[in-house]
C-alpha cells in the first residue's frame, strides 16, 4: 500500500520546535517586562520628586551591603532545576527549596546581629535598622524558588503576571510611604513588598507544595553546580553595587545619591536582560548542539545591540536636555556619570549574554573567575576615580574596565566554546545604524543651533536603516 503526499508522516523538526518556543516566550516576557519597567521607571520618577539625593545615597549604602550578603543564600537553584529539567523529581525540586530556604534563614540571622558591629566599623551606626528590616528581605528572596518550575516549562507569561503585581502593589506602596515623609524607608519598603506579592502569586500559580524529604545526591549535584555560581553572583555583585559604598566612604550620602541615580536609571536597560536570559538559558539548555547556540546567540546579540545602541545616541547628544525634562534641575551635576553607566548599561545589554552559554554548557568555574578577576579591578577604579576626579572619576573608571572585560570575554572566551563564532556580523547592521544617525545629528547642529532637527532626523535614519539590514531576519522572528 502506498502512501499520498497527504498521508505522509511528517517528523517534527525539535530545532524549529524549540525556536519557535522561544521565540513565544521571548514575545510573552517582553510584554510582562515592559510592563514592569514602565511602573517601575514612573515610581521611581515620583520618588525623585518627592525625595532628596541624600535619601537615595542612604539606601544605596543598605541596600549594597545586606544584598552582598544575600548573595551567599543562592546556590542557582532556579538555574539547576531548569537545567536538570524533567531528571530532576518532586522530591528533588523540594531538595533544592529546602537548601535555599535554610541558608537564607541562617544567612539572615546572623546578619541581624552581625551589622551591628560592622556597620559601627563603618562609621555608618545610623544604618542599622535598614540592615536589620533588610535581613526580612534576604529570607524573602529564597521564598520566590516555585518561578523555577514555570520557567522549566517555558510558561514565561505567568511568571511575568506574577512579578509584574509584585511590582505594582511594591510601586503604591512606595509612594505612599515617600509621601507620608518616610525618607529612605519608603526603597525599603517597595523592596519588601514586592518580593513578598511576587512570591505569593508564584506559589498561587503553580500551586505546588514541598515535600518533607531530602535527597543527598540532589544536594551534592546542586552544590557542584551553584557553588561557583554562588561566588559568580556575590563577586558581580560586589562589583556592581560596592562601589557605592566607596563612593559613599569618600563623598557622603548627597554624592553616593547621585551616582546611584547615574547607575541605576540607564541599567533600567538590563531589565531586557532579565526578558531574554528568562527565555534564553532554557532555551539554551536544550540546544541540540554548537551551531544551534551559536545562531541563538548571534540573533540575541543582534536584538538586545539594537536596544542598547539608542538609548547611548541619546544620551550623548541631548543628555543634558533628557536630565532636565526627566528628573529636574537637581540631578544636573550627575550629567556626566549618566552618560557613562548609560555607555555601560548598554554595552551590558549587548555582550552579557555570553555567560548564558557557558552556564548552558556547565562551565560555570570560568564565569567564577571572570567575577573573581573583575571585583578588584572595578571597585579600584571607582575608589581611584572618586579619589582623583569625584563621582564622574569613579563613573568613568567603573565604565572603562566594564566595557574592556566585556570584550575580552566576548573575543577570547566565547570562541572557546563555539568555534568561528564572530560578533561583527551580528553587529554590523546596528553599528551602521549608529555611525548614520550620529552624523545626522552632527550635521543638524551644524545647521541648527538648538539641534533638535538633527536628533529627531539621526532616530529617523537610525530605525530606517535597522529596517533595511534586519528587516528579513526580526520579520521572521515576529510571526513566528
Known sequence: MSLSASDAVVTPDPAANLRAKAVRGLKAASLGQAGKTIVDMLAQL?????????HFGVFAFAQALTGFISCFTDVAGTKFIVREGDRLDRRGVSTVFWIEL?????VGAVWLAACIPLLAAFGKP???PFAQVLALWIIAERVILPRALLDRGLQ???????LFVGVVVGAIAAITAAAFGAGPWSFIVNLLVRTFVAAAGMWIITRWHPLGAIDWGTVRALFRFGGPLMLTTALTFAYTNLDYIIVGQVAGYSAVGFYYA????????HQFNII?????????ARAKDDAQLARGLRLVTRYASVLAMAPVLAMWTEGETILRLLLGEKWLPALFPFQCFTTLAAARLAFIHWGQVYVAKGHTHTLMWVSVINTPLILGAAWAGVTWWGIEGAALGVTLVGVVTLAICCGVL????LPGFRYGEALRPVLLAGAGALAVWLLGEWIWAEGWLGFVGAVGVYIAILV?????EFASVIRK
Do not use: D, M, W
Not at 520618588?47 to 539625593?53: E, F
Not at 535554610?102 to 541562617?106: A, K
Not at 533595511?468 to 528579513?472: D, I, K
Open 468 to 472: 533595511l539590514t534586519c528587516r528579513a
Open 414 to 417: 566565547v570562541p572557546r566554546v
Open 46 to 54: 515620583a520618588l525623585i520628586r518627592l525625595l532628596a539625593p541624600e
Open 156 to 162: 514565561f507569561g505567568k511568571t511575568n503576571l506574577a
Open 276 to 284: 531574554i536570559a528568562s527565555v534564553l538559558f532554557p532555551s539554551f
Open 262 to 269: 547615574a547607575y541605576r536609571y540607564p541599567h533600567y536597560l
Open 126 to 128: 545610623e544604618q542599622v
Open 102 to 106: 535554610g541558608l537564607g534563614l541562617v
